[in-house]
Each structure stands twice: as structure tokens, then as C-alpha cells.
């Protein structure tokens, strides 16, 4: 099963990154846990993984004003992994672009 979301390139976590080179944050899917996401990360990207964290973020409800009225809406709830490498080891995410 593929838990890997998408990676995460923000400014947060190019901080974390520039702080520490062997760092870096993915989106996944909110049932994984932290030994599937270092198979798969090690599967996908031949690299060592090291230690695996992870944040649960809950969806927020958001509301604007329009021509219409008011609109409500919710921001969908994620989980985010940031994954410690091996030294040496590196992700280049813009290779297959």
C-alpha cells in the first residue's frame, strides 16, 4: 500500500531542512504508522532511514464573506512525517521534473 501522500516542500520544512541537511517532511496517509512509512521511504528513494516523526494535524473550519453571504467550509485534517536519514544520504525531489 502506498502511504506516501506527497513530499513536503514549505518554507517549514526547508527551515528544518537548511538546520539539519538529513531531514525531510512528508504528507502521508493518516493510518500509517511510523515502521511503514520507513519501508516505503526506504523503498522508493534507496536511502537509510534513521528515525521517523510524526504530527497529526486536525482539519479546521474556515468561513468567508462573498457576493453570496457567508461561506463555511473545513480544511481536510493530515498527517505529516519528517524523516531523519543516515548521514550521507539525500533526497533530491525536483530530479524527475
Same mark, same amino acid.
Given at each position: 500500500?502506498?502511504?506516501?501522500?506527497? /513530499?513536503? #516542500?514549505?518554507?517549514? @520544512?526547508?527551515?528544518?531542512?537548511?538546520?539539519? /541537511?538529513?531531514?525531510?517532511?512528508? @504528507? @502521508?496517509? /493518516?493510518?500509517? +504508522?511510523?515502521?511503514?512509512?520507513?519501508?516505503? #521511504?526506504?523503498?522508493?528513494? +534507496? @536511502?537509510? $532511514?534513521?528515525? #521517523?516523526?510524526?504530527?497529526?494535524?486536525?482539519?479546521?473550519?474556515?468561513?468567508?464573506?462573498?457576493?453570496?453571504?457567508? #461561506?463555511?467550509?473545513?480544511? +481536510?485534517?493530515?498527517?505529516?512525517?519528517? $524523516?531523519?536519514?543516515?548521514?550521507?544520504?539525500?533526497?533530491?525531489?525536483?530530479?524527475?521534473?
Amino acid at each position: 500500500m502506498a502511504f506516501i501522500i506527497k /513530499p513536503l #516542500v514549505t518554507e517549514k @520544512v526547508s527551515k528544518i531542512t537548511d538546520k539539519q /541537511p538529513n531531514r525531510y517532511g512528508f @504528507v @502521508v496517509k /493518516p493510518e500509517a +504508522n511510523k515502521l511503514q512509512i520507513k519501508k516505503e #521511504v526506504e523503498s522508493l528513494y +534507496n @536511502v537509510t $532511514v534513521v528515525d #521517523v516523526n510524526t504530527i497529526l494535524y486536525a482539519g479546521k473550519r474556515q468561513a468567508r464573506y462573498t457576493k453570496a453571504g457567508l #461561506v463555511k467550509g473545513q480544511k +481536510n485534517s493530515f498527517k505529516k512525517a519528517i $524523516v531523519t536519514l543516515k548521514d550521507g544520504d539525500t533526497i533530491d525531489f525536483y530530479s524527475n521534473i
